[in-house]
């Protein structure tokens, strides 16, 4: 079965750096996402990506925060001046189609700021 | 803004007994309506949905149904295995045209004991 996948399972970096979390989402899907947990916190949307362009974005996002699907496959969060509160873990999800559809969520990659 | 709650946890049972977890949204117009379950060191899985009122969901014995008077979609399992042991999200996607961003609510830790 077609599965989300996710890389690194965890990363560790330090304050200041930027961080690159891949994602390749299941080959016929179109739209595209990343979501975070912080510890022991809900789930919190972060992006959509569809048709090449960031279709909506939530107030976390901001412009440290930029994402990008490369080569048809491949789909990357890059965090370009890490934060402590920047720790948590980073889920990738995709979806086929649009409104019925069924968002597919990667296993996470954990990301440690110290 | 949309938003949803779950009834607060952790919940612990005991194998076979009955399980309810509660939740209710506030959206505007006729969201869909997930559960998703994250087991232990793994990523989130769908478990069940509903896109309409009255629909019911329900997969592994889980079931769900989607109320729009009492704006609940309430999860329930009869006899609960050990297996269950895991955090349940309850969460919902809008149904206007575009990416349908999920909104999670806070997630219930559910412990079942032999």
């Known amino acids: 079965e077609p599965e989300v996948t996710q890389t690194p399972s965890h990363q560790v970096t330090q304050m200041g750096q930027e961080v690159i979390l891949r994602c390749v989402p299941i080959s016929n899907h179109l739209y595209f996402y990343w979501y975070r947990q912080i510890l022991g916190q809900k789930v919190e949307f972060l992006v959509s990506f569809y048709n090449n362009e960031i279709s909506e974005k939530s107030e976390i996002f901001d412009d440290q925060f930029s994402v990008e699907r490369p080569d048809g496959s491949n789909f990357t969060l890059k965090i370009r001046s890490t934060k402590l509160e920047d720790s948590a873990m980073y889920f990738c999800?995709?979806?086929?189609?649009?409104?019925?559809?069924?968002?597919?969520f990667g296993p996470g990659t954990r990301l440690t700021v110290t | 803004g949309n938003s949803v709650t779950q009834m607060e946890g952790p919940v612990t049972l005991s194998e076979e007994a009955f399980l309810t977890i509660n939740c209710t949204y506030t959206a505007t117009g006729y969201p869909s309506l997930f559960w998703y379950v994250q087991y232990p060191g793994e990523g989130l899985q769908l478990l069940l949905k509903a896109t309409k009122a009255d629909d019911k969901g329900s997969n592994k014995g889980f079931e769900a149904t989607y109320r729009k008077e009492t704006t609940s979609f309430h999860l329930e399992k009869g006899s609960v295995q050990v297996s269950d042991s895991a955090v349940y999200f309850c969460?919902?996607?809008?149904?206007?045209?575009?990416?349908?961003?999920?909104?999670f609510g806070q997630g219930t830790r559910l412990t079942i004991n032999p």
């Open positions: 999800a995709s979806k086929k189609t649009g409104l019925f559809g069924e968002q597919y």
């Open positions: 969460a919902l996607s809008g149904l206007v045209q575009g990416a349908q961003k999920l909104v």
